[in-house]
């Protein structure tokens, strides 16, 4: 079952004992599927808009106290981008200055491997989701943290390849 309401406000939101807010977030994968069914081995990811429309980017929010950071993962991947699969090993640690609030965050980066889409979910009348090859994707996310952990995702994928 899938909740189709995002959690708002911030009274249950973790922070780091530096005071930085912790946010979570995915890196939604798959593999190419061709026309005749058979699954190849490009590499696609989603990215989604920012709820304002201008930017791209993955999906990420606040880790909250009742949830584990794999939970969160989800939960931000489910609400902001409608999409469900399996939380994988966690990608790095960043530390970034927020530009909107002009706050320290701590984000954390997991790898989703995309089991389902959604027709609806919480925010999809405020994003838009694209699916992408890793060149595309890079060039159009606005976070270099958000880059970095695809660059750590793409080197782990190529490295169990081979």
Same mark, same amino acid.
């Given at each position: 079952?899938?909740?189709?309401?995002?959690?708002?406000? %911030?009274?249950? !939101? %973790?922070?780091?004992?530096?005071?930085?807010?912790?946010?979570?977030?995915?890196?939604?994968?798959?593999?190419?599927?061709?026309?005749?069914?058979?699954?190849?081995?490009?590499?696609?990811?989603?990215?989604? +808009? +920012? !709820?304002?429309?201008?930017?791209?980017?993955?999906?990420?929010?606040?880790?909250?106290?009742?949830?584990?950071?794999?939970?969160?993962?989800? %939960?931000?991947?489910?609400?902001?981008?409608?999409?469900?699969?399996?939380?994988?090993?966690?990608?790095?640690?960043?530390?970034?200055? +927020?530009? +909107?609030?002009?706050?320290?965050?701590?984000?954390?980066?997991?790898?989703?491997?995309?089991?389902?889409?959604?027709?609806?979910?919480?925010?999809?009348?405020?994003?838009?989701?694209?699916?992408?090859?890793?060149?595309?994707?890079?060039?159009?996310? !606005?976070?270099?943290?958000?880059?970095?952990?695809?660059?750590?995702?793409?080197?782990?994928l190529a490295s169990l390849q081979?």
């Amino acid at each position: 079952m899938v909740c189709l309401v995002s959690r708002t406000g %911030r009274h249950l !939101q %973790r922070y780091d004992n530096l005071g930085r807010r912790q946010v979570v977030g995915c890196i939604p994968y798959r593999f190419k599927c061709s026309s005749d069914g058979t699954i190849s081995d490009e590499l696609e990811v989603l990215v989604i +808009s +920012s !709820q304002k429309g201008q930017k791209m980017m993955f999906p990420k929010g606040g880790w909250e106290l009742d949830e584990s950071i794999e939970e969160a993962a989800l %939960r931000e991947s489910i609400e902001e981008a409608g999409v469900i699969g399996n939380v994988e090993c966690e990608l790095g640690k960043w530390y970034f200055i +927020s530009k +909107s609030h002009g706050t320290f965050y701590e984000g954390c980066m997991f790898p989703l491997l995309v089991k389902e889409e959604l027709d609806f979910w919480p925010e999809h009348n405020v994003r838009q989701r694209t699916w992408m090859n890793v060149k595309e994707a890079r060039d159009v996310c !606005q976070h270099w943290w958000m880059k970095e952990a695809l660059d750590i995702l793409v080197e782990r994928l190529a490295s169990l390849q081979q």
